[in-house]
């Protein structure tokens, strides 16, 4: 099955929509007609654009307002199609798509709308053009595939076929297993959009809101499924129309609809493993079974300051790399690496970023497998010239340019702390009682959260929980978490929409660096907390105001609310457990610490706590309008 995009999809000028759409790895494009339109050369030289790029064009669209017209609006709408016909043999274009009427003249009737196709395909034929037929959700009198089926069927015309699109299907919440009746060979192209679950219009929902297939609530899965059964083999293409992508970057926006289409159709070949597919096999996502290490790039007075950090937080420095200056500081399982090399890919991080986390280092089921499917989903690999003994780790960009390395116990991968590094003498600090890292945090642009949340669900076994909004003084800023099955694996996605706010803030000072934070899981965090205390730890302080009003919102023992209070410890519960959190003091450009204990099957992450925790940051961070030192 060809992979295609519509030009509309993609923000830009016609050429940067072209040149997006090929380098992102599509092979087909359709043509919106606006595009076409507003485009500075003839329709030939379109098509001469769009080939020299290796793209075919499938589709020109969209040709409304044809079928069950009065005169003289009909005898107006053949004249109007065969004009079109003409501009697609320039183009260079065989089939184009006609969409229900919703003129306000339309007739009903099915065999009326029939007849009228049934005359379009004889005008259509000789010229080598294909006529599909697409129900609008919002269309006046056919709305739904299975009315156009029967429009189709009953003009019974080889030239004249029927066009699915996922958003009018599912948005209408119509069964998508009703097109497994179909006969495929009558099905001439098939458009894939998700979109959010909302209540409105359906018009204006669909021209705002659509979104790549993996980004929205629509079972897309479902409908191709459905459309594969038929035996379709043609274009599966995205229609995607939405606010946030139009003033999006062309490349972005295109590779995250290749990555979604991917992800998509690999799917389906898993969940219908009896249908011949025409789809490149790929491995299946990665399982990810924890953070193997996290690694900072900082030199000078900026890597002491943070080590010193690390120390309160009863981390020890363990051993150091054999070759480059890079040292690891443990605590249970966790690994935090600070690498002051100035000649590798950290020293090129710290340059543009200042102290920051450079690289994530995910243990997986197999690294191999896992980065052969990031290859496959669009991802960039990063190679770096290795020295003597080390191991060939296999890495991926990741956000704001940093990597993600993939390691594994079975191929060995694990070894590499044996293998690259050498053990310090007398690391034998007894810790604070951390365990392993609870979850990352990842600060972004608000445009990139649809982005980097479709990044980690294509590529690693993770799903997403409800998107939260979370109050900053200064803002808004948005918070997309995801996770694995059994939470070995977690993240946040944070949209900071404006840098006034504490999230927006760290993205402006550290020119775009991937993690602001990193929290930490303990068992009990009482006890963490005193430890940390002896370690001359300086947690974040809370007002009393918090404290406060905690005891009107749970029914606290006075005891713990005592303790809570004392230790700075913010708290919160749901019917499925309890939540700790302390957190360090901001460093740096605005990064932090935090320790959780997780009761019971508690899976979020404090949210009710988070617009007192971004306000007591920001008090310790320097006043609006002052500038760094």
Known sequence: MLHAIATVSVPGTLRDKITAIAQAGFKGVEIFEQDLIAFDGSPRDVGAMVRDHGLEIVLFQPFRDFEGLPEPYRHRAFMRAERKFDLMAELGVADILICSSVHPAALGGVDRMAADF????????????????????????????????????????????????????????????????????????????????????????????????????????????????????????????????????????????????????????????????????????????GVE??????????????????????????????????????????????????????????????????????????????????????????????????????????????????????????????????????ATASGTGLTRIDHIAQTMSYDAMLSWSLFHEALLSMR???????????????????????????????GAETHRTFAGNFLADSFGASVQHVAFACDDIFATVDKLAAHAFAALPMGANYYDDLATRFDLDDGLLAQLRAANILYDEDEHGRFFQIYSRPFGTGMFFEIVQRDGRYSGYGAPNAPYRIAALKRLTRDKGVPKA
């Open 464 to 494: 997403r929980m409800p998107m939260v909004d979370v109050v900053d003084p200064d803002g808004l800023v948005r918070s997309q978490a995801l996770a694995t099955a059994d939470g070995a694996f977690r993240v946040t996605l944070n």
């Open 118 to 289: 049934a005359e379009l395909g004889e005008i259509a034929a000789p010229r080598g053009i294909r006529v599909g037929f697409e129900a609008l959700a919002w269309g006046k009198h056919i709305f739904d595939h299975r009315d156009a089926w029967e429009v189709v069927r009953r003009a019974d015309h080889p030239h004249v076929g029927l066009i699915l699109d996922s958003f009018h299907t599912l948005a209408r919440k119509i069964d998508p297993d009703t097109i497994r009746r179909i006969p495929g060979d009558k099905i001439f192209f098939v458009q894939l959009a998700d979109a959010p679950r909302i209540e409105m219009d359906l018009l204006y929902w669909s021209r705002h809101f659509r979104n790549m297939p993996g980004e929205g609530d629509l079972d897309v899965t479902g409908f191709m499924r459905a459309v594969a059964a038929t035996g379709y083999s043609g274009p599966v293409s995205l229609e995607i129309f939405n606010d946030q992508f139009r003033g999006g970057n062309p490349r972005s926006v295109a590779q995250d609809g290749y990555r979604s289409l991917v992800a998509l159709m690999d799917d389906v070949r898993a969940a219908e493993p009896e249908i011949a597919l025409t789809v490149p096999h790929i491995p299946p996502r990665a399982i990810v079974e």
């Open 293 to 426: 290490f996290l690694e900072f790039a900082a030199r000078g007075a900026d890597a002491a300051a943070l080590e010193s950090l690390f120390q309160t937080l009863g981390f020890r420095a363990d051993s150091r790399h054999r070759s480059r200056t890079l040292t690891v500081w443990r605590q249970g399982d966790i690994r935090l690496l600070v690498n002051r090399s100035q000649s590798d890919f950290a020293g090129s991080a710290y340059a543009l970023h200042g102290a920051s986390v450079c690289d994530i280092g995910l243990r997986v089921d197999d690294a191999k497998d896992c980065a052969t499917r990031a290859a496959a989903l669009g991802s960039m690999p990063f190679n770096q010239a290795r020295g003597v003994g080390e191991m060939p780790i296999p890495a991926i960009r990741g956000l704001g340019g940093s990597l993600v390395h993939f390691i594994d116990r079975k191929s060995g991968l694990t070894d590499v702390w044996d293998i690259e590094f050498q053990a310090l003498p007398g």
